[in-house]
């Protein structure tokens, strides 16, 4: 059995401006190699054995490029290895947008009968339900020991379609149709596992301070994101959340299973007296809590918060290209306003700013 503490389940994040050519390779090359051992195991997976290295790998450059708006990734590590993945297609139709369809589930042939599947499984729904798409369905071959697997988790087998596929033999097989309601779309469900549990948003204290520097330091060292070029200290870090909330403003932390997974705050957006209503938004999450809903949860506490202590305007700039960053600030309602060529010079380079602005319709009146 794994240890449950060496088993990562994440969606995969990769194909946005932070993830270097050579980490898509080397995640291309993983998922190759268990795509590999899948066919050669005889799953229906859409491809023949024996399958190349070669085909593999292409195939999963170009899953790796598509875009998150039409199909989302999920990826099982252990041990420094892919272990398993599965693949939520999404509806790009204007009337489907209820429905998902559930593709490519695997795990490797080493690490079979130990859950993981399940888990793949409890990440695919619970993103589902985020997102929305209240029907999941898939298809698997006909007679396989996945349509126990499936039933079991409350998927319902609709018939058979015959000589859908073949076989490693080259024989034509039958296959079986489920389908899973998942009823409270768009309410997260509580899971069992690390990945899937859920986040508990609360005010920061100064005591979050080394959790929250932890989260922030990476982006000042290696990204472009924030502009700041030297690590943030504890005790530095302690006073921005204490002079935040001593001037009535909102600092939020996200916490699972007792650890800090990310963090948003508004700031004054200028510090003359008639900028009062205007403020500025920033989040920043672990890297391992991306793409779960979480930058969405806070940003939609934080704009209550907001709402709430009369924020009429609220601002969110953006060192650009940040494609996760512009696609959180749209989907809760800010639109772009402004970009600022060159105001920033980090890495040897020149970086544009834009600016996302939301109003919040409190404060006063004309
Ligand atoms: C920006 C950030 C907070 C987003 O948080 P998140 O929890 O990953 O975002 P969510 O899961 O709530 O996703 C919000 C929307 O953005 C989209 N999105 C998120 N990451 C994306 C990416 N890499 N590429 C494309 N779209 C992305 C999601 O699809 C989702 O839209 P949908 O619900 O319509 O599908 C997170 O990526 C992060 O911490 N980045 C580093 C710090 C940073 O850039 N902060 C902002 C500074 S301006």
């Given at each position: 059995?794994?240890d449950?503490?060496?088993?990562?389940?994440e969606?995969?994040?990769?194909?946005d401006?932070?993830?270097t050519?050579k980490?898509?390779?080397?995640?291309?090359?993983?998922?190759?190699?268990?795509?590999?051992?899948?066919?050669?195991?005889?799953?229906?997976?859409?491809?023949?054995?024996?399958?190349?290295?070669?085909?593999?790998?292409?195939?999963?450059?170009?899953?790796?490029?598509?875009?998150?708006?039409?199909?989302r990734?999920?990826?099982?590590r252990?041990?420094g290895?892919?272990?398993?993945?599965?693949?939520?297609?999404?509806?790009?139709?204007a009337?489907g947008d209820?429905?998902?369809?559930?593709?490519?589930?695997?795990?490797?042939?080493?690490?079979?009968?130990?859950?993981?599947?399940?888990?793949l499984?409890?990440?695919?729904e619970n993103?589902?339900r985020?997102?929305?798409?209240?029907?999941?369905?898939?298809?698997?071959?006909?007679?396989?020991?996945?349509?126990?697997?499936y039933?079991?988790?409350?998927?319902?087998?609709?018939?058979?379609?015959?000589?859908?596929?073949?076989n490693p033999?080259g024989?034509?097989?039958p296959?079986?149709?489920?389908?899973?309601?998942?009823?409270?779309?768009?309410?997260p469900?509580p899971a069992d596992?690390?990945?899937?549990?859920?986040?508990?948003?609360?005010?920061a204290?100064a005591?979050?301070?080394?959790?929250?520097?932890?989260?922030?330091?990476?982006?000042?060292?290696d990204?472009?994101?924030?502009?700041?070029?030297?690590?943030?200290?504890?005790?530095?870090m302690?006073?921005?959340?204490?002079?935040?909330?001593?001037?009535?403003?909102?600092?939020l932390?996200?916490?699972?299973?007792?650890q800090?997974?990310?963090?948003?705050?508004?700031?004054?957006w200028?510090?003359?007296?008639?900028?009062?209503?205007?403020?500025?938004?920033?989040?920043?999450l672990?890297p391992?809590?991306?793409?779960?809903?979480?930058?969405?949860?806070?940003?939609r506490?934080?704009?209550?918060?907001?709402?709430?202590?009369?924020?009429?305007?609220?601002?969110?700039?953006?060192?650009?290209?940040?494609?996760?960053?512009?696609?959180?600030?749209?989907?809760?309602?800010y639109?772009?306003?402004a970009?600022?060529?060159?105001?920033?010079?980090?890495?040897?380079?020149?970086?544009?700013?834009g600016?996302?602005?939301?109003h919040?319709?409190?404060?006063?009146?004309d």
């Amino acid at each position: 059995m794994y240890d449950r503490a060496t088993l990562h389940i994440e969606p995969f994040t990769g194909a946005d401006d932070t993830a270097t050519a050579k980490d898509m390779a080397a995640t291309a090359k993983g998922l190759a190699a268990l795509l590999c051992d899948a066919v050669q195991g005889g799953a229906s997976l859409g491809f023949m054995p024996p399958l190349s290295t070669d085909t593999a790998y292409g195939y999963w450059q170009s899953i790796l490029a598509t875009p998150p708006a039409e199909l989302r990734l999920w990826i099982a590590r252990a041990e420094g290895r892919i272990v398993g993945t599965v693949q939520l297609s999404l509806c790009g139709r204007a009337n489907g947008d209820n429905r998902a369809e559930v593709q490519k589930l695997m795990v490797h042939s080493d690490w079979r009968g130990q859950g993981i599947a399940a888990r793949l499984m409890a990440a695919v729904e619970n993103q589902a339900r985020r997102l929305g798409r209240g029907l999941l369905y898939l298809d698997t071959e006909a007679g396989s020991g996945a349509e126990g697997f499936y039933s079991a988790l409350g998927y319902s087998r609709v018939g058979e379609i015959p000589d859908f596929a073949r076989n490693p033999d080259g024989q034509l097989r039958p296959t079986a149709i489920y389908f899973k309601r998942l009823g409270d779309a768009g309410t997260p469900r509580p899971a069992d596992s690390a990945e899937t549990a859920p986040f508990t948003i609360r005010s920061a204290c100064a005591a979050d301070a080394a959790a929250i520097a932890a989260i922030y330091n990476p982006y000042v060292l290696d990204s472009v994101i924030t502009f700041e070029e030297t690590p943030v200290s504890v005790a530095a870090m302690a006073d921005r959340i204490s002079d935040t909330l001593a001037a009535g403003l909102p600092w939020l932390v996200a916490e699972r299973d007792g650890q800090l997974q990310g963090y948003a705050y508004a700031a004054k957006w200028r510090a003359r007296s008639a900028y009062r209503y205007a403020l500025e938004s920033s989040v920043y999450l672990a890297p391992t809590a991306k793409r779960l809903g979480l930058g969405s949860e806070l940003y939609r506490c934080l704009l209550a918060r907001l709402r709430e202590i009369g924020c009429h305007t609220v601002i969110g700039g953006i060192a650009l290209p940040n494609t996760a960053s512009v696609a959180l600030h749209e989907k809760l309602g800010y639109r772009r306003v402004a970009r600022f060529e060159q105001v920033g010079y980090k890495f040897e380079r020149w970086i544009d700013v834009g600016y996302w602005q939301l109003h919040l319709d409190v404060g006063p009146q004309d």
